[in-house]
């Protein structure tokens, strides 16, 4: 059974899978509770089961980008139980997670998480194929600079206010905003990944992984 844990921003989720389904999954809003409030949960999560620690075989760890404090707590717990357990770590950038609960189509993608100060993290995607391929570009960006940046037709999904959505909306021959329900982050899916990444041994060492923080003297763009 793998368990995967998603702390990147004040959206918070555990989830455990067996490679069949999705067996205990939770999700909910903090107020910069992290600390306190994950490993509650993580038992919780067991417990609802009839499951315990020992019955973890992998872990699979949102990476970010993100918050600074929610994402060394999370990587932070899931190292601990990786050292003590001898379990393997699956770390998986958290803007995969929002790209896999996304159909598929012929357009461009971009994924957006909250990076404060009023702006977003941007993560931007192709299709290709059957899949959402990254493009290895991340931007941390204003609503109105991400909606000038979108030229052509592109899903937009993730983390956005009502006001956002507006903005975005108007341009309603480029832009398709995803549902609220897959612009959340489902631990679920973060299991799935990890879970596929597990069986191909592609695994990182819990030693020395680390977060993909946001870096907010990063220039945005025009």
């Known amino acids: 059974m793998l ?9 918070v989720g555990v989830a455990l899978y067996d490679g069949i389904q999705v067996v205990s999954e939770v999700m909910w809003v903090t107020k910069d509770y992290h600390t306190v409030e994950l490993a509650p949960a993580v ?3 067991l417990s609802k089961v009839d499951a315990n620690v020992i019955d973890i075989n992998a872990i699979a760890v949102a990476l970010g980008p993100g918050s600074y404090t929610g994402l060394r707590i999370g990587i932070a717990v899931v190292k601990g139980l990786s050292l003590v357990g001898q379990l393997p770590v699956i770390g998986i950038p958290t803007f995969d997670i929002l790209a896999a609960a996304q159909p598929v189509v012929d357009r461009q993608m971009v994924t957006v998480l909250r990076a404060g100060r009023g702006r977003l993290a941007a993560g931007w995607y192709r299709s290709n194929a059957d899949e959402w391929e990254s493009l290895e570009k991340t931007e941390v960006i204003t609503p109105e600079q991400l909606s ?9 999904c993730g983390e956005l206010t009502g006001d956002e959505r507006k903005l975005l909306g108007r341009k309603r021959k480029k832009v398709v905003l ?4 897959r ?3 489902r631990p679920s899916y973060l299991a ?3 879970w596929e990444r597990w069986c191909l041994d592609q695994m990182h060492d819990p030693v020395t992984l680390s977060p993909i923080y946001l870096h907010y003297n990063q220039p945005i763009p025009g």
């Open 148 to 156: 000038r940046q979108i030229t052509k037709p592109t899903l937009v």
């Open 183 to 185: 612009s959340v982050r």
């Open 43 to 45: 038992d919780q999560t």
């Open 192 to 194: 799935e990944l990890g």
């Open 3 to 11: 368990l995967a844990i998603d702390t990147s921003t004040r959206v």
């Open 178 to 181: 995803a549902s609220p329900a």
